[in-house]
């Protein structure tokens, strides 16, 4: 009786997560295709977040979709990524003129285009993590942590974008 337990317990689990909306990426999304994707712009005061986004974008798309690294004009899609919104606040502040709680919040624009500059999808996307400062956490230690949740998520994006058919539209004009 104890050894049908673990297998009803993962049946379960099996059942209730797909009923909560998650599923599988398809292994075959991307086709085997190649992706450039330029450093990320960023034009905020917070220098230094493009690179990790960007190696983090790359390393998920690889990752994520049957997909490969290209460069320039040679690819057969062009992935941008823009940091829009960097921020850092304190929620909790202490009566020595610290923070115990603060909050990093980093927004991304993506735009998803083909070889000849055409749109096929775009996305923003904005999160925020609270860190403890007692526990030596600071705004680069939640970046970091955004940063990895970020690029995951541009990846299914584009994954999603990738498993419809490919209608170019017009630029987003900013």
């Known amino acids: 009786m104890i050894v049908g337990l673990p297998r009803i317990a993962?049946?379960?689990l099996i059942a209730l997560l797909g009923s909560c909306g998650y599923r599988m990426v398809r292994p075959d999304i991307g086709g085997g295709r190649s992706i450039a994707v330029p450093t990320a712009t960023n034009n905020s005061s917070w220098?230094?977040?493009?690179?990790?986004l960007t190696r983090g974008v790359r390393a998920d798309l690889q990752r994520l979709l049957d997909i490969r690294l290209g460069s320039g004009s040679r690819s057969d899609l062009v992935l941008k990524t823009d940091?829009?919104?960097v921020g850092r606040s304190s929620r909790l502040a202490l009566r020595s003129g610290?923070?115990?709680v603060g909050i990093s919040t980093l927004g991304v624009h993506w735009q998803l285009e083909d070889s000849q500059g055409n749109l096929l999808g775009e996305g923003d996307i904005r999160?925020?993590?609270?860190?403890?400062?007692s526990l030596d956490e600071d705004a680069y230690f939640a970046f970091d942590e955004l940063i990895a949740e970020i690029s995951q998520?541009?990846?299914l994006e584009v994954g999603a974008q990738l498993e419809q058919p490919l209608i170019p539209r017009k630029k987003h004009e900013s």
């Open 153 to 155: 998520q541009i990846a």
């Open 83 to 85: 940091i829009a919104d």
């Open 98 to 100: 610290g923070a115990a």
């Open 47 to 52: 220098l230094g977040l493009e690179s990790p």
């Open 127 to 133: 999160r925020s993590l609270e860190f403890l400062t």
């Open 10 to 12: 993962a049946l379960l």
